[in-house]
């Protein structure tokens, strides 16, 4: 298969030690991909370097066949709003912003009307198990939940790779569980190539293929140990419901519209979980993304501050800090 996402040669260095010494990679269309290795061993960084946080200090990272790495800060900016998709360990929602409008956020940014941006963010409410959550804020929803609304937020962008960091690392097993055959299923649904880093062989094994990363090199290859089972909610695939054809041969303007359904992980206190299944995934808009109509002239609700971009925003200004979605949590650089 051809690859979408390639890194070549990589190096960097924080001063004297070498996170990545030499590191080839390549990520196929679709393909899911976990990189596993012990804290301190390179795979956030190598993480980073593909994605577009960090510029290696050596070698080349190029998606679609185009050298990505010698591009500048507020291209990469772009380019990660755009092109990538990410999930964080926590979340990483805006605490300002009901559930809605944080799924939307990446259009909002892109300069999408807030109305279109909301409404394609609705769509991914109901097949993702959270109907009825819509005008929650993150600190009204539960860990799997608000992880759930991350995995929107990261992929209504139509991403080709989506970067997930410890995706599970917050949740308890079941619920990981869940949350995890939610995020393969969906990017594999929308043809988007998943890398995920994790500690975790459980995750691993729900991926395509594992590289094990130790002193800044790939050690091995190969598939995916066998997991040890996990006591979980039964989440459907489209393999055992519907049959599909393969992403290549799909049109992305007439994506099949697939039953998928998933109990929701017991709610914290205070905390209600939804009772409506899940259903299928978002159907493509009949409106176009960028096609820009009047704006709304109601006020925005809950108004935030636009976080600086190079691209213009359309939405109400706000707060936002630089440990929010728009900035890494580990390294402090903005994605979007």
């Known amino acids: 298969m051809t690859a979408v996402l390639t890194g070549t040669g990589l190096v960097k260095r924080f001063g004297t030690t070498h996170a990545l010494a030499g590191v080839d990679v390549a990520v196929a269309k679709a393909e899911s991909v ?6 301190g061993s390179g795979k956030s960084t190598l993480l980073h370097c593909l994605a577009g946080i960090l510029k290696p200090d ?17 291209a990469r900016s772009v380019l990660r709003r755009t092109r990538f998709g990410f999930v964080f360990q926590f979340g990483q929602l805006l605490p300002e912003l009901p559930a809605e409008e944080n799924v939307a956020l990446p259009l909002m940014l892109d300069g999408v009307p807030r109305r279109i941006a909301v409404e394609k963010a609705r769509s991914w409410f109901r097949p993702l198990g959270l109907t009825g959550l819509e005008k929650r804020r993150p600190g009204e929803l539960s860990g799997g939940q608000a992880q759930r ?7 209504i962008g139509e991403p080709a790779v989506v970067f997930a960091d410890e995706p599970t690392g917050a949740l308890d097993q079941s619920t990981g569980a869940d949350t995890l055959k939610l995020l393969t299923e969906a990017t594999r ?3 988007a190539s998943l890398v995920v880093v994790t500690h975790d062989p459980n995750v691993a094994a729900a991926c ?10 790939i050690r091995t290859v190969g598939e995916p140990a066998a997991a040890a089972p996990v006591a979980s909610h039964e989440v459907s695939t489209f393999a055992t419901r519907v049959p599909v054809a393969p992403v290549a ?10 039953p998928v359904s998933a109990a ?15 259903h299928a995934w978002p159907a493509e808009p009949t409106v176009p993304v960028h096609a ?7 006020p925005v609700p809950s108004p935030v501050e636009a976080p600086a971009t190079d691209t213009p925003t359309t939405f109400a200004p706000g707060r936002v800090s630089t440990s929010g979605p728009t900035h890494d949590q580990k390294s402090g650089a903005r994605l979007w």
């Open 34 to 39: 976990a990189i596993m290795g012990p804290s």
């Open 58 to 74: 050596q070698g080349e990272v190029s998606l679609d066949g185009r050298r990505i790495d010698s591009l500048g800060e507020s």
């Open 149 to 155: 609304v991350a995995i929107a937020r990261a992929l």
């Open 189 to 191: 649904h929308q043809g």
């Open 208 to 217: 395509d293929r594992v590289l094990e990363v130790r002193d800044g090199r």
């Open 249 to 258: 041969s799909r049109s992305k303007s007439a994506g099949p519209v697939v």
């Open 264 to 278: 929701p992980e017991a709610a914290r206190p205070g905390v209600a979980e939804p009772t409506v299944p899940v």
């Open 292 to 298: 820009p109509p009047a704006e709304p002239t109601v």
